[in-house]
């Protein structure tokens, strides 16, 4: 049995890696693409005119221009722009990194139950935050890997032995600095500590560590490591696998704000009803031995949600008369663009507006800027700032 297997694993994953070498360039080629003007000006803040000005006033740097007389800017140009106009402002800030006695903000994305859009939100939400300027470190501590495969990294063959956010925590003397692990993305502002099935050893070596107890204990590792590179960072976007392992433990203390994701439909919310329950048990015993557990806000994101269905309706209605604020105001609406996004390894923040028809396209991406400019202004908030 165990050959057959083996033999259909070995399978797929030659199959899979010839449909990847096929479909997908190699981490080299994958870069971000460039933004449109009136893309670049909302980005910065300021009116697509102003910005056009600025150039022709040679104020930073100069956009690519097509011959049909399009400017374009990258990423890169977008934040020299920023800072630009930081140093000629008085009042308006237009860098938001954070600043003095601001602390890192470390964003755990959570909930037990598989599929619940855990990776596409903190994906979106960790891209969003680098395209507006913030310093992000995407920790990805899914054994499964999904946040490091939408970053262009092959999980299996991109990722060596000891290169994922285990050889930060492991227990034995073959752990590595936090700094060795990050690898940087071709986002800039945007850093990125990949995960393979090697995440798992840290579930099968922490009860051996606990029967020991001569290391850090479980629950503070995560925390402990992130901690070494925080000061090179705004906000942490730590994407969780689907159960309540030492790993998420690990996250959940190591976070200053909780997203639990929540598609609506009744088998999903009596999972997370579950989670919910585990959770405060196993954070119970976990705070009763000295585990750090102070978060900034809480907050359920509905995901992959279809307005026009009523059972999700009633659902969503239903959790905001439990949970009041803490069900985000702004919901993750279920979009082909997102999905078709995810079918060739990229957020909707990569892809361009015109892969996808105008109206598909727009919607999506806006229910995306609500959700993760809500989540922002949460962060500005824990920082003292207007949100
Ligand atoms: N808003 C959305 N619209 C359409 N499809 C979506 C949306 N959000 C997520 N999906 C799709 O649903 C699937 C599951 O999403 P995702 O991988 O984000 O869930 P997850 O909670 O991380 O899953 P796992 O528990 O396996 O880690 C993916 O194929 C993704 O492309
Ligand atoms: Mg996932």
Redesign the pocket.
């Known amino acids: 049995m165990t050959e057959v297997i083996a033999g259909d694993g070995a399978a797929l994953s030659e199959e899979l890696q010839a449909m990847r070498a096929a479909l997908f360039p190699p981490v080299a080629q994958k870069t971000l693409r460039s933004f449109s003007s009136l893309e670049s000006a909302k980005l910065i803040g300021i009116a697509d005119a102003y910005l056009r000005q600025l150039s022709l006033n040679g104020k930073g740097p100069q956009p690519a221009v097509t011959p049909n007389g399009r400017r374009s800017y990258t990423l890169d140009q977008i934040n020299e722009i920023r800072a630009v106009l930081d140093e000629n402002s008085k009042g308006r800030r237009y860098v938001p990194r954070r600043r003095g006695d601001e602390h890192c903000q470390v964003m755990a994305v959570v ?1 037990f ?9 903190a994906a979106h939400l960790a891209q969003y935050l680098a395209l507006q300027g913030y310093r992000v470190l995407a920790v990805d501590l ?1 054994p ?1 890997a ?1 946040l490091t495969a939408l970053h262009g990294y092959q999980p299996e063959y991109d990722v060596a032995a000891n290169e994922t956010m285990y050889a930060a925590i492991r227990y034995d003397d073959e752990r590595r600095p936090m700094s060795d692990v990050i690898k940087p993305s071709y986002i800039p502002g945007l850093d990125l500590v990949p995960g393979n099935l090697e995440l798992m050893e840290y579930e099968h070596e922490t009860p051996r560590a606990l029967a020991e107890r001569s290391s850090e204990p479980f629950f503070g590792r995560v925390a402990t490591a992130l901690g070494t590179v925080s000061d090179n960072y705004d906000v942490m976007v730590l ?1 969780c ?2 159960q309540l392992g030492y790993l998420t433990l690990g996250a959940l203390c190591a976070s200053t704000g909780l997203l639990i ?1 929540a598609h609506p439909q009744m088998l999903d919310i009596m999972s997370m009803c579950q989670f919910l329950l585990m959770a405060s048990d196993l954070l119970g015993v976990v705070q009763d031995s000295g585990g750090d557990l102070d978060y900034d806000f809480i907050r359920y994101v509905v ?2 949600f279809e307005p026009q269905d009523a059972p999700q309706t009633q659902m969503v209605g239903f959790m905001r008369s439990l949970f009041r604020e803490r069900v985000l105001t702004n919901t ?5 663009a ?2 078709d996004a ?1 079918l060739s390894k990229q957020t909707l923040y990569e892809v361009g507006r015109e892969n996808f028809s105008k109206n598909t396209y727009d919607r999506a991406v806006e229910s995306l800027d609500g959700v993760n400019s809500e989540i922002e202004g949460l962060i500005r908030q824990a920082w003292g700032r207007a949100a």
């Open positions: 909930n139950k598989g599929g619940s859009g855990k990776t596409t939100t899914d499964q999904s994407d696998p689907p994701t995901t992959r993750m609406l279920k979009s082909t997102i999905s995810g």
